[in-house]
């Protein structure tokens, strides 16, 4: 089989299209793979480095510089053919795209030269280049139901869930005593997605000063470029353990009592996969407010306690965890929901899915 994948970036984009590729991996020995990405995003290193074969394409965002943009159609255009002749000679069985901008001109002209087509949409509300693509998509794959409602479309749709929730569930569990926690209280873990979040440690930071008479432990992960900053004339007590980056973060989750997150698609696949009660801050700083709608999804079924980000104070923040903490019963009906939605095997759906389209 031949498959043609693009995605780009973010890691909220390219994470599941890794767990995509992995699924396929498993069940096709003959498997021949192709990315195609940006020429200038993180992709473009990130996966030449894992071996697999990339094809770059110049294409920028719109953004509202009416220059720029006249510049993009142009280059559109340009990645339009480029993508052409790239299927042509490659001649993939389907061509699988994961989301971002880069998504367009390579959904669109393996539509166009009548190839196989799937999309994945990883957040309640689906982000522009989805939903201008989706009328070249034979499949769509959604992470939550709300999604379908903003889909016109001939093709199928079809729930998916989100791949990275079942990668989540292979990794190893870090060890309490490795990271200078104590095995024997309760612990809080903060995670503010993989670059971290500026306006999230500032909230966060009086609070995590005034833990010292408390019976549970902070690990609080500040994104490698915050960390300096936040350490700067500070002080915690022995108790809050800062990181700038945890590598394998699903580890930490696993022995974590309690996470405080952002509401980024993949993170969420994770807490709901490993049924980690959960309180979710939804950067306000995202295109269609899509993180609050992630998360609100979720706070209508029970699995998770929403609160945004401008109600945050020292004050109310220590309140709403502690209350959670103290409140088993409240958890345990979280993790409860957590079970009912968690869809363990997204990617095999996605693959299954894929390969019954390919024999049509």
Same mark, same amino acid.
Request: aromatic content about 8%; hydrophobic content about 40%.
């Given at each position: ?54 094809? $770059? ?136 997605? $993989? ?166």
């Amino acid at each position: 089989m031949k498959i043609i994948v693009t995605a780009g970036g973010t890691m909220g984009h390219i994470n599941p299209a890794l767990a995509i590729i992995e699924e396929f991996q498993k069940h096709e020995q003959n498997l021949e793979i192709l990315y195609i990405g940006t020429h200038n995003r993180m992709e473009k290193e990130l996966i030449p480095s894992l071996n697999i074969p990339y094809e $770059s394409i110049m294409i920028y965002g719109f953004t509202k510089n009416i220059f720029l943009d006249i510049k993009n159609i142009f280059c559109i255009n340009k990645a339009l053919q480029k993508c052409r002749n790239i299927m042509q000679q490659f001649q993939p069985d389907v061509v699988i795209g994961v989301g971002g901008y880069v998504t367009y001109p390579v959904i669109k002209a393996a539509h166009e030269l009548k190839i196989k087509t799937f999309i994945h949409e990883q957040n309640s509300i689906p982000g522009k280049s989805n939903k201008i693509i989706a009328k070249y998509a034979d499949i769509i794959g959604i992470t939550f139901l709300k999604s379908k409602e903003y889909f016109k479309t001939t093709g199928k749709i079809i729930y998916t869930g989100h791949p990275c929730g079942a990668k989540a569930k292979t990794i190893k569990k870090k060890d309490k005593r490795e990271l200078g926690i104590s095995p024997n209280k309760p612990l809080v873990t903060f995670v503010a997605g $993989s670059l971290g979040s500026d306006s999230l440690n500032n909230k966060v930071k009086n609070y995590l000063t005034k833990l010292a008479d408390k019976s549970y432990e902070v690990c609080y992960i500040t994104g490698n470029m915050h960390y300096q900053e936040f350490m700067k004339k500070s002080q915690f007590p022995q108790n809050v353990h800062i990181f700038p980056y945890i590598e394998q973060l699903p580890g930490l989750l696993k022995i974590s009592d309690l996470v405080i997150s952002r509401a980024g698609a993949a993170s969420l696949a994770e807490i709901v996969a490993l049924e980690v009660p959960a309180l979710i801050i939804p950067s306000p700083n995202v295109a269609n407010n899509h993180q609050f709608y992630n998360a609100k999804e979720l706070e209508d079924k029970g699995c998770i306690k929403l609160l945004e980000e401008n109600k945050i104070t020292s004050t109310s923040l220590a309140t709403t965890i502690e209350d959670l903490l103290n409140d088993s019963r409240k958890r345990a009906h979280m993790k409860a929901c957590m079970q009912k939605e968690n869809v363990i095997d997204s990617a095999k759906i996605i693959y299954d899915t894929i390969k019954e389209e390919i024999k049509n």
